[in-house]
């Protein structure tokens, strides 16, 4: 079985257009396994669609971080045992556009700090021991500060806020994403790339390509350690 590596970052962070470009490239290279979270498909991810589009609550910390935690691990459970449990055991590489580590990204912040961690290490034995879900080899985190993700977002919605979900729409809960992803990247040993840098004049984007070119070589790197 090859490397299971996920792409990760807080909303507007541009994993969806890199985990596309990665595709793209690694279909030239190797067979792999695609998956992507939450899957939207059927009845499993009901819980996570009412939640993000505010029919639970409002406001993203309405329902607190263990709930929250529990519907996108049920989507991801049954989307493992209906449609790739025994794929992945067969693949030659794992490739995942988010995954247990979005529960961290924005649930941990709903948490005082000093139950963050054991919040951390409740979840990974939740998903990856008592429900059985395979754990990363590697996470790779698209580290963008929410001032730039924003920007971003907003090219994406055409400035049109209505279409953005419960997270998407919490700038407060946003940075207390940002600052919570910082800390488990660096508990949980994850990849970091930083995509934007600050300026006097604004934020200096990191090229799309220029960002693929290194998460390729990290994947590259990953699965042949």
């Known amino acids: 079985m090859g490397k299971f590596i996920v792409i990760d970052g807080i909303d507007g962070s541009g994993k969806t257009t890199q985990f596309e470009l990665c595709k793209k490239k690694l279909r030239d290279k190797t067979e792999f396994l695609e998956l992507s979270f939450p899957t939207y498909e059927g009845g499993a991810s009901a819980a996570v669609k009412m939640y993000l589009s505010g029919e639970i609550t409002k406001t993203a910390d309405g329902v607190n971080a263990y709930a929250a935690a529990s519907f996108y691990a049920v989507d991801r459970y049954i989307s493992f045992k209906r449609h790739w449990e025994q794929k992945f055991t067969a693949a030659n590489l794992v490739l ?12 941990t912040p709903k948490l005082p700090e000093a139950e963050r961690e054991k919040y951390i290490d409740w979840l990974y034995d939740y998903e990856f021991v008592k429900l059985g879900l395979p754990k990363p080899d590697s996470v790779i985190y698209l580290n963008m500060p929410v001032e730039a993700s924003q920007i971003l977002l907003s090219k994406r919605y055409n400035n049109d806020s209505v279409q953005k979900d419960i997270h998407e729409n919490d700038i407060s809960y946003l940075n207390e ?10 508990k949980l040993d994850w990849i970091i790339i930083d995509c934007a840098k600050k300026t006097d004049s604004g934020y200096i984007f990191l090229p799309e390509e220029e960002i693929n070119k290194i998460i390729m070589r990290e994947i590259e790197k990953v699965n042949h350690a």
């Open 177 to 186: 994403c940002y600052d919570a992803a910082l800390f488990a990247a660096k």
């Open 96 to 107: 995942s556009c988010r995954y247990t580590t979005s529960n961290v990204i924005h649930q």
